[in-house]
């Protein structure tokens, strides 16, 4: 059996990794696909978060990473995978992850949306935090693939207002969202990961 693992990834934490891992145990295949969150400005590209996400599960063989842009169910179909895979930290998860499922399952009744409950030690992780924390320079490497923290370090170590004291505001939204044309940091040049 198929599954579809959607997200933002934007980065890839050790909590995502956890689900990854558990869910390449429980199924024949588990395809990662990052879709792009209208509600979210990315720190990284598509492609650079591909490369994320490649490089941390190279010892996982039944695991693809994809991108769409488009519906999950859309894509789930298009891949023949039954199940859409998500993940659940607290209860602040559920009603969201809840209403997804159910709207995802009026689109698409054959298409099964299963959680699996965060390890303890990633309750608290998110891809925000982590870019709080290194925003203003504290330590991430317990919290992200090692190469990812490289990358995310070096990121905002280009970025002016790091070490301002006043600077507690996320990034404003950019738009238009299109891949091609959202100003991140660091260009995509500067990652270091090769764009594939
Ligand atoms: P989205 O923008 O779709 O919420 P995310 O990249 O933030 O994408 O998360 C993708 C999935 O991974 C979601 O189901 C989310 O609940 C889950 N997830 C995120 N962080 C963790 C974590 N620390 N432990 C378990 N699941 C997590």
Not at 50 to 62: D, G, K
Not at 64 to 87: I, M, N, P
Not at 129 to 151: C, N
Request: charged letters at 20%.
């Amino acid at each position: 059996m198929i599954a579809i693992y959607p997200g933002s990834f934007d980065p890839i934490t050790l909590g995502h990794l956890d689900i990854i891992e558990r869910g390449c145990q429980l199924f024949d295949q588990v395809i990662v696909v990052l879709s792009r969150n209208p509600n979210k400005t990315p720190l990284f590209t598509v492609q650079q978060r591909m490369a994320h996400i490649r490089w941390s599960t190279q010892h996982l063989p039944n695991l693809e990473v994809d991108s769409f842009d488009g519906l999950t169910v859309t894509y789930a179909r298009l891949r023949q995978a039954k199940v859409l895979l998500r993940g659940l930290r607290a209860v602040s998860d559920f009603e969201l992850e809840l209403q997804m499922a159910h709207t995802n399952k009026t689109l698409s009744d054959d298409i099964e949306t299963v959680f699996l409950a965060t390890s303890t030690e990633y309750s608290f992780l998110s891809s925000s935090l982590v870019k709080e924390i290194a925003r203003f320079g504290g330590p991430i490497d317990h919290l992200v693939p090692q190469a990812v923290a490289l990358d995310i370090y070096k990121c905002y170590a280009k970025t002016p207002t790091a070490s301002a004291p006043t600077a507690v505001e996320p990034t404003p939204p950019v738009e238009p969202p299109a891949e091609s044309s959202v100003e991140r940091h660091p260009a995509p040049e500067e990652s270091i990961f090769s764009e594939s």
